[in-house]
């Protein structure tokens, strides 16, 4: 299996780790958003651009996280869509590209892996992990695997009000990293102090964990 580091990419309400409501996320932010958007498209691999056979990062993401995003806005443009269902023909009726289904996140592994070896339609650079929770929880407790968790934390005052959350960051295994770690994580600079954005204010969090070693 591939040892690629899982991304993990989430926005969490820090009263209570809110992620999601009512199927859609409980907040607009609009320059989060962006950052998003960002983290997920940025390719490390500075050698890419010179190829022809197109490099992108994929994304992880569950069957209610993929039919939660407006069908105009899926696939996520840019980066390789890898949606954990059983269900083989979810993506059928709409044949999006660069898209495909998979039954667990080891096998979306494996099938990268297959991507990178054989290099003839896609490479794949990063893998990002970007919802919902229960993906979240998996990917979380994969003990032969870095794991880096891109966590935004929003102050956000309806927090109660979420039905939908992302796992506890256990501090035992997942360690919150300076800033100068985060930066060099995602490749560009990214704001320090707690942003404000239509009311509410957040900020930007790394926490890392390295694979369990072998005795």
């Not at 069908?71 to 709409?94: C, F, M, S, W």
């Not at 600079?189 to 707690?194: G, H």
Request: with cysteine; glycine share 4%; charged share 25%.
């Amino acid at each position: 299996m591939s040892s690629k580091t899982l991304v993990l990419v989430a926005a969490a309400a820090a009263k209570n780790n809110g992620i999601g409501l009512n199927g859609d996320l409980p907040w607009r932010l609009r320059k989060e958003l962006a950052y998003f958007t960002r983290v997920t498209k940025f390719i490390s691999n500075t050698d890419a651009t010179s190829s022809k056979i197109p490099t992108m990062n994929a994304c992880i993401l569950g069957r209610k996280s993929w039919e939660s995003i407006p069908r105009k806005y899926r696939p996520l443009d840019g980066r390789y869509n890898i949606v954990v269902t059983r269900n083989r023909q979810l993506l059928d009726a709409e044949k999006p590209p660069f898209s495909i289904t998979q039954p667990s996140i080891p096998a979306a592994l494996a099938h990268i892996d297959e991507l990178n070896a054989s290099a003839d339609h896609v490479r794949i650079d990063r893998v990002f992990v970007v919802g919902g929770a229960s993906v979240y929880e998996e990917a979380m407790h994969m003990p032969d695997r870095h794991i880096q968790i891109l966590l935004t934390k929003v102050h956000f005052d309806a927090a109660d009000s979420c039905d939908t959350f992302f796992p506890k960051v256990d501090p035992d295994r997942f360690r919150l990293q300076p800033h100068t770690r985060l930066e060099e994580v995602v490749g560009f600079e990214v704001p320090q102090a707690r942003q404000s954005e239509a009311g509410i204010e957040y900020e930007f969090q790394l926490f890392e964990k390295w694979p369990i070693q072998s005795t």
